[in-house]
């Protein structure tokens, strides 16, 4: 590069004609033809000139071209004279120091750790003598603050070699900063600081300029790009208030003063900053004011305004706790946590008397917090608590409040789990057994509630480490199975669930023992609440194969049986195995049971029957069949490659060969002929969970051989049921099938049978349903021609016979289904398909209904719909104001679904798009309460009403005009026969009687 060309280029960038100079100069310098050295020299007129925009133009295009280097082009030397250069810059102009404060957060970003020795104290030193920093506009403040940031983190130990002076110049620095984008970086600055410096004299400044935010205010605006909220101010703000002991006289008088006042959001604010700075202030600052904050704390406590402002009260007394408690090997004798402890005993004990324990639980709340606080204050609280409530449960014979106290011993023996390592379960272990008298005698009570309180307890103590005796274990859990075995209360039992599952953690031998007695009780009076257990107890490698041994023989057993109650046997079974397959994930011993040994099972015994002369109509309902189907589908995908190929070629060999080597039976199993009896067809069913759900590295290999029966199955078979779900298993393998020319010729030839068959005239249901999930297959996976089969399916949408159903189409396309076509089952879905079938479909939808008859533009809208449930809100709220018309004429059609959906729609425009709403009301509140009287359906007038109330939250200028229209038309519905429509109805006309009055929306 000539000398001449560049420096013209640097001319023309200081005189405002080209901006080329940057570009022109960082490739110069990254390729040697231009030396700092050259450049600076070049512009050294300029840098002197009496104006101080050139001056400024040229700082800026140093700045500029620095950022354009990599880090390696300048040597340490070149790093430090452009540092010391920069920094002498800001001594210019106040117009130049902007950019100057860019080109030194350039230097030090790109260098970081290796910037010269010397330059972050010149840097630091500069902008605290020559920079106001609070008079720079937000952006370069925000360069500042990111300056500060960068050089705390590189090159802290430079700075703390100028211990006060950088300590003073940065309180300076942050002092009266407003934007919360600075804030969070000032707050993270000031944190590095608190931290790692002494602050000496400025212990008070630092807090002043730091707390002068607290508690934080802030309510982000609409569509605030920095996406910067009032939570993370106030973690950043917390974790400078927490940073250091020396705040703690400062700060905790702050803290009592926010919670004393009558704002909620300051009181929490100030427990949960007390809760993460107790144990930093450390017990001496703390016992200072134990006193008023015990009182403050105590308060929320015992008259809880809301619920969060109560677990923080909790979790601020137990950071009390901690801080007041010994450090551990310290002698612990009268140490203050135990004066503290003492004091609150003392207080709360005078409520273990009262009558009606009216403040029983707060108390006891009080003292669980302290407990919590450490091992030392956990055996001091549950050593003299237990006792008392042991006392008290004697005293008390109500159920009522025999249940409150179970409830908080319980809590109080589980403390100790927080210090597994210490003394605490040492001291519970001591006094567990009148504790576990208690339980025990307590689940043999009448009252139901008593009993479920207990039971869950001894579920509870079940899980506490090292506590209980191997007899006591096995005691309490036997405790727990005899509720299972013998209660007739559905309370008590669903009560079990949740400690047997943790039984089975801690004492799984148990299993072994319990499962037998419960198959016994398995029958159509006890089965439905038996089966949950049998599940529960299942899942280990010592049991699990007997027990679905036993499951399918009973299974079989009650399908033969002739009685009424046998089909919902059944489905209790079938669910059981569904509940075993879901608890025996991360059990690889269980799972490898289940794929070799149950679900071929499954397919032996549902052949069987198929072929039997004696074939149960259970057995192959549609209802069993789905649910055996999910359990399949469960184990199916947890199986490798090779375990999964196993179970592969035992079900082709039983459902593609002429075969009756796994029956008993005469006849042939041939469930994928269409000749079939429909007692084999629908155990098409059966094989989907197994075809779709293979991995995605496995091919399979008679992929042509099913694509062939299945596409005959689902066209010509009389069965209905069975051609639908040989419709899914069809899609399931397209899906996944290698996209090859076997795949196109198929694919041709069936476009071709769709277009000849469906046409405008066709009733041809099966081929329409077929063409549907083909459909779903394509576009799911993004199948280049995909298109093609959406173009067909759309085309039938101005259909008189099948358009209804080609619209319901789209929505089967777009949905997710949990039997077939799922991540779950490893199919292959493009990342957002549903968006991208909007997007390619919307603008045919819109012109089609324009130009449709009047008696298939439903048909439209319903597609429309359908298509606008699927989209994310975010999307859906961008495109709605264009459909707003389309969605108008949605609520006149007379179809529930599509009323439903489009009202769906509304109220996400009430809340996301509101702007664009009240441009519309006159057309939409009329409409809506016509819908507020809609017969046929009572979920559309409760959706209408939901709507109704949510209009209330726009401007109150736009909606006041319609107020007496609304409250004069509502006062019918609160009338209406069915109840959740006359609560909806209440909610929506009150709200419009308030509106614009006094309490009501302004």
């Known amino acids: 590069m000539s000398a001449p060309m560049w420096k013209s280029e640097v001319e023309k960038y200081i005189k405002l004609l080209e901006n080329s100079a940057v570009e022109v100069l960082s490739n110069g310098l990254q390729g040697k033809s231009v030396s700092l050295l050259e450049l600076v020299e070049s512009i050294g007129e300029h840098l002197t000139s009496e104006d101080h925009e050139i001056r400024g133009r040229v700082?800026?295009?140093?700045?500029?071209?620095?950022?354009?280097?990599?880090?390696?082009?300048?040597?340490?030397?070149?790093?430090?004279?452009?540092?010391?250069?920069?920094?002498?810059?800001?001594?210019?102009?106040?117009?130049?120091?902007?950019?100057?404060?860019?080109?030194?957060?350039?230097?030090?970003?790109?260098?970081?750790?290796?910037?010269?020795?010397?330059c972050a104290d010149m840097i630091c030193r500069s902008i605290f003598k020559e920079v106001q920093v609070q008079t720079l506009s937000q952006t370069d403040r925000c360069a500042v603050y990111n300056i500060y940031s960068t050089l705390l983190s590189h090159k802290l130990p430079e700075l703390q070699k100028m211990g006060n002076d950088f300590v003073f110049g940065f309180i300076q620095s942050m002092d009266t900063e407003k934007d919360p984008r600075n804030l969070l970086l000032a707050f993270h600055c000031a944190?590095?600081?608190?931290?790692?410096?002494?602050?000496?004299?400025?212990?008070?400044?630092?807090?002043?300029?730091?707390?002068?935010?607290?508690?934080?205010?802030?309510?982000?605006?609409?569509?605030?790009?920095?996406?910067?909220?009032?939570?993370?101010?106030?973690?950043?703000?917390?974790?400078?208030?927490?940073?250091?002991?020396?705040?703690?006289?400062?700060?905790?008088?702050?803290?009592?003063?926010?919670?004393?006042?009558?704002?909620?959001?300051?009181?929490?604010?100030?427990?949960?900053?007390?809760?993460?700075?107790?144990?930093?202030?450390?017990?001496?600052?703390?016992?200072?004011?134990?006193?008023?904050?015990?009182?403050?704390?105590?308060?929320?406590?015992?008259?809880?305004?809301?619920?969060?402002?109560?677990?923080?009260?909790?979790?601020?007394?137990?950071?009390?706790?901690?801080?007041?408690?010994?450090?551990?090997?310290?002698?612990?004798?009268?140490?203050?946590?135990?004066?503290?402890?003492?004091?609150?005993?003392?207080?709360?004990?005078?409520?273990?008397?009262?009558?009606?324990?009216?403040?029983?639980?707060?108390?006891?709340?009080?003292?669980?917090?302290?407990?919590?606080?450490?091992?030392?204050?956990?055996?001091?609280?549950?050593?003299?608590?237990?006792?008392?409530?042991?006392?008290?449960?004697?005293?008390?014979?109500?159920?009522?409040?025999?249940?409150?106290?179970?409830?908080?011993?319980?809590?109080?023996?589980?403390?100790?789990?927080?210090?597994?390592?210490?003394?605490?379960?040492?001291?519970?272990?001591?006094?567990?057994?009148?504790?576990?008298?208690?339980?025990?005698?307590?689940?043999?009570?009448?009252?139901?509630?008593?009993?479920?309180?207990?039971?869950?307890?001894?579920?509870?103590?079940?899980?506490?480490?090292?506590?209980?005796?191997?007899?006591?274990?096995?005691?309490?859990?036997?405790?727990?199975?005899?509720?299972?075995?013998?209660?007739?209360?559905?309370?008590?039992?669903?009560?079990?669930?949740?400690?047997?599952?943790?039984?089975?953690?801690?004492?799984?031998?148990?299993?072994?023992?319990?499962?037998?007695?419960?198959?016994?009780?398995?029958?159509?009076?006890?089965?439905?609440?038996?089966?949950?257990?049998?599940?529960?107890?299942?899942?280990?490698?010592?049991v699990i194969s007997k027990t679905t041994e036993q499951l399918l023989s009973k299974l079989q057993q009650e399908s033969q049986a002739m009685s009424e109650s046998a089909l919902q046997t059944c489905l209790w079974i079938t669910s059981c195995l569904v509940d075993i397959s879901v608890y025996a994930r991360g059990n690889s011993d269980c799972v490898s049971v289940l794929s070799l040994e149950t679900v071929p099972a499954v397919y032996r015994i549902c052949a069987s029957n198929a072929v039997s002369d004696n074939y149960s109509d259970v057995l192959s309902s549609p209802q069993v069949l789905q649910t055996l189907s999910v359990f399949i589908k469960n184990v199916t995908t947890l199986l490798d490659s090779g375990t999964y190929a196993r179970l592969y070629t035992l079900v082709t060999k039983l459902y593609c060969e002429d075969s009756n080597s796994d029956t008993t039976q005469q006849k042939s199993f041939r469930p994928l002929q269409v000749d079939s009896p429909s007692v084999q067809t629908c155990l098409v069913t059966l094989l989907t969970p197994t075809l779709c759900s293979s991995p995605k590295q496995f091919t399979m290999p008679d992929i042509q051989k099913y694509r062939e029966l299945l596409t005959d199955l689902s066209l010509r078979s009389s069965h209905d049921y069975t051609r639908s779900e040989a419709a899914k298993c069809l899609a399931g393998i397209l899906n996944k099938a290698p996209d090859d020319e076997e795949m196109a010729v198929y694919l041709q030839q069936r476009r071709d049978f769709y277009v000849h068959t469906l046409t405008s005239t066709s009733t041809d249901t099966s081929c329409l349903q077929q063409c549907v999930w083909v459909t779903k297959a394509l576009v799911m996976r993004g199948h280049k021609e995909a298109n093609k089969f959406v173009n067909i399916l759309l085309g039938l949408l101005d259909s008189e016979f099948l358009g209804d159903r080609a619209a319901e189409g789209v929505g089967v396309v777009l949905t997710v289904y949990e039997d077939v076509l799922n991540p779950s089952m490893h199919a292959n879905i493009r990342m957002l398909y549903k968006q991208r079938f909007f997007t390619e479909n919307s603008s045919r939808l819109t012109e089609g209904f324009q130009n449709a008859s009047a008696g298939t533009k439903k048909n439209y809208l319903i597609a429309l719909s359908h298509c606008l449930q699927s989209l994310p809100k975010s999307v859906?709220?961008?495109?709605?104001?264009?459909?707003?018309?389309?969605?108008?004429?949605?609520?006149?059609?007379?179809?529930?679904?599509?009323?439903q959906s489009t009202m769906d729609a509304l109220c996400t425009m009430i809340t996301d798009a509101p702007d664009f709403l009240v441009k519309h009301v006159d057309s939409v509140i009329p409409q809506l309460l016509k819908l507020t009287t809609y017969k046929p359906a009572m979920r559309v007038r409760t959706s209408a009403l939901r709507c109704l109330l949510e209009l209330v939250s726009l401007p109150a200028p736009v909606i006041l005009p319609y107020k007496p229209q609304v409250v004069r038309s509502l006062e019918g519905v609160l009338d209406d026969k069915k109840r959740l429509v006359r609560l909806e109805a209440v909610k929506a006309r009150n709200e419009w009687c308030l509106l614009g009055e006094p309490g009501g929306k302004k």
Not at 276 to 284: C, I, L, T
Not at 324 to 342: A, R, W, Y
Not at 395 to 406: H, P
Not at 429 to 434: C, P, R, T
């Open 191 to 542: 944190r590095t600081i608190i931290l790692n410096f002494s602050l000496g004299p400025f212990v008070e400044e630092m807090f002043e300029v730091t707390s002068c935010y607290f508690p934080i205010d802030f309510t982000p605006p609409p569509n605030d790009e920095f996406r910067i909220t009032r939570e993370d101010l106030i973690s950043g703000l917390r974790g400078c208030l927490s940073a250091s002991p020396e705040f703690g006289p400062l700060c905790v008088p702050l803290l009592l003063d926010k919670m004393q006042s009558d704002v909620q959001s300051a009181i929490l604010d100030s427990l949960l900053t007390l809760a993460e700075s107790a144990v930093v202030y450390g017990s001496k600052c703390i016992k200072e004011f134990q006193a008023p904050l015990y009182r403050c704390i105590k308060q929320e406590i015992f008259s809880p305004r809301t619920p969060e402002l109560a677990s923080a009260a909790e979790t601020a007394l137990t950071a009390m706790s901690a801080a007041l408690s010994p450090q551990p090997g310290l002698s612990t004798e009268d140490s203050d946590v135990d004066v503290f402890i003492k004091e609150v005993m003392q207080d709360s004990k005078r409520h273990f008397l009262d009558e009606d324990l009216r403040l029983f639980v707060p108390s006891c709340r009080l003292l669980l917090a302290l407990a919590l606080g450490s091992d030392h204050a956990c055996c001091a609280v549950v050593g003299q608590t237990v006792p008392l409530l042991e006392d008290l449960y004697n005293k008390f014979t109500g159920a009522t409040q025999r249940k409150q106290i179970i409830e908080m011993l319980v809590k109080f023996l589980c403390s100790c789990k927080t210090f597994a390592g210490g003394k605490a379960p040492k001291v519970v272990s001591e006094m567990i057994s009148s504790s576990l008298k208690i339980l025990m005698s307590s689940t043999s009570q009448s009252n139901g509630t008593l009993t479920s309180a207990a039971v869950q307890g001894l579920g509870q103590v079940l899980t506490l480490p090292g506590v209980l005796t191997s007899e006591d274990m096995k005691t309490s859990c036997w405790c727990i199975l005899e509720q299972v075995l013998n209660s007739e209360d559905k309370l008590v039992r669903s009560s079990c669930v949740e400690p047997c599952k943790e039984m089975m953690k801690v004492y799984p031998e148990i299993s072994t023992e319990i499962l037998p007695k419960l198959i016994e009780k398995i029958n159509p009076e006890e089965g439905e609440a038996i089966l949950p257990f049998v599940a529960i107890f299942s899942v280990h490698k010592s």
């Open 59 to 118: 700082i800026k295009l140093l700045s500029e071209v620095l950022g354009k280097l990599p880090i390696t082009v300048l040597s340490p030397m070149e790093v430090k004279t452009m540092v010391t250069y920069l920094c002498e810059r800001l001594q210019d102009h106040h117009s130049i120091q902007p950019q100057a404060l860019k080109g030194i957060l350039t230097l030090v970003t790109g260098n970081g750790s290796n910037l010269p020795e010397g």
């Open 876 to 899: 859906l709220v961008r495109e709605l104001p264009q459909l707003f018309p389309l969605l108008v004429q949605s609520l006149l059609c007379d179809n529930v679904q599509l009323q």
